[in-house]
């Protein structure tokens, strides 16, 4: 059965009703018939009707047996990250979500959870990091915003032979490009604010584990911490999942016409592209993504300067200049005044993050229209420098 049927049929049918569409359990708790004899459900914290047809919609889209939803996808690797104990190290990609750092650094490093960063673009890299204490490998691929690619296959394997669980932030592949756990991850993480709700109108996580034992500990801490998903972002979120395959490949398509538009212009220095066959691990990407490089570019600019990206970013019509990724209507963010704003200049070009990169989340505008966008966006940069010029 194709992807978009099974998603559209995993949904059930209300047996009280026959809605066609998931009732929205707006409730905090359920009578019961007699002191511990309900319906499966006693609290709305440990359990909603709404957000259990998302907990499973996410297990099955990425072929796990658990789902849980938390109210952002911080939450959810919040959850995660309660697994450990003190003296606990976690080996992570080292471009990294910035969130993810902050919750790492600044948070549970008081508890005394080391984490070693290490450049996953090539899996051999881990070995050197990994020791007794490592407990989880925590990866994103492709990352944010340099677009790396690693082997979710090759490091799972690695990281069993040291006793680790793999964890795969899959937010900016989605279960329609990659499923990490059928490549031997163990745990995957969504930001669902991103393409799994699709439209830019909700903030959720979710995580999906093929393991019921350990997929029973995080359902544990998430009752007893408590940081879930309400019923009406649930809903939201299962009515965006319901075309996740559809946008994903409009998504992919825009984002490779811009890459090559990019690619081919005077003023662009580098493309950032899991789907151009210049990228670094392009052979990595199209087998473990289906083929499809996902919606986002990112690029740099030969006048490699903060000015020049702001004249792209101030220029363009179509592409509008926010934070997030993901949604049907394309977005562009500036990292280095932006998401990574709070990293030291050194460190972030040090990471690739120029001062002029540019991240390009492609809508599913039409390709053309967005590609004529990004041209408007270089017009503008072209005219900064040559004013430039004259001045000098
Ligand atoms: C946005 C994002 C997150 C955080 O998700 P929120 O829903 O904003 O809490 C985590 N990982 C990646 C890769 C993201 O892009």
Redesign the pocket.
């Not at 952002?72 to 690797?77: E, M, P, R």
């Not at 930001?191 to 991103?194: D, G």
């Given at each position: 059965m194709q992807e978009i049927t099974r998603i559209l049929h995993a949904l059930p049918i209300d047996p009280l009703t026959g809605s066609i569409s998931t009732p929205v359990y707006q409730t905090a708790t359920f009578v019961q018939d007699a002191p511990g004899e309900h319906k499966g459900f006693d609290y709305a914290r440990s359990g909603n009707p709404t957000r259990q047809v998302l907990e499973n919609l996410i297990a099955r889209l990425e072929h796990g047996r658990r789902g849980l939803a938390f109210a952002?996808?911080?939450?959810?690797?919040d959850c995660v990250l309660k697994l450990l104990e003190a003296g606990d190290e976690i080996v992570a990609v080292d471009d990294i979500?910035g969130?993810?750092f902050r919750l790492f650094t600044h948070v549970y490093e008081k508890f005394g959870v080391k984490v070693h960063y290490v450049d996953t673009t090539d899996a051999h890299n881990i070995l050197d990091a990994l020791s007794s204490r490592t407990r989880l490998v925590w990866l994103?691929t492709p990352t944010?915003p340099t677009l790396k690619i690693s082997d979710i296959e090759e490091i799972s394997r690695f990281a069993h032979a040291a006793g680790a669980l793999v964890v795969v932030?899959n937010?900016?592949a989605s279960p329609a490009l990659q499923r990490p756990l059928e490549l031997g991850a163990d745990i995957v993480?969504h930001?669902?604010?991103?393409y799994l709700a699709g439209h830019s109108d909700v903030?959720?996580?979710l995580l999906a584990v093929k393991d019921e034992e350990l997929g029973a500990r995080l359902k544990f801490i998430q009752n007893a911490s408590g940081g879930i998903l309400g019923p009406w972002d649930s809903w939201l979120t299962i009515r965006g999942i319901e075309t996740l395959p559809l946008r994903v490949e409009a998504h992919s398509r825009n984002a490779l016409a811009v890459a090559r538009a990019l690619a081919e212009h005077d003023a662009v220095a580098e493309v950032f592209y899991p789907g151009l066959p210049t990228h670094k691990n392009h052979a990595i990407a199209t087998r473990q993504q289906r083929g499809l490089g996902g919606g986002v570019v990112s690029f740099t600019l030969k006048a490699d300067t903060e000015q020049a990206a702001r004249a792209f970013a101030t220029s363009t019509q179509l592409f509008k200049l926010a934070e997030?990724?993901g949604g049907v209507k394309s977005l562009l963010c500036h990292p280095a005044t932006m998401t990574h704003k709070s990293i030291p200049r050194e460190k972030r070009l040090a990471a690739g993050v120029r001062d002029s990169l540019v991240r390009l989340s492609c809508g599913i505008e039409g390709a053309a229209d967005l590609v004529d966008d990004v041209r408007l966006g270089l017009e503008a940069v072209s005219k900064v420098e040559s004013h430039v010029f004259a001045l000098s």
């Open positions: 952002s996808g911080l939450a959810a690797i979500y969130g993810s994103e944010n932030d937010t900016f993480i930001s669902a604010t991103k903030i959720a996580g997030s990724l």
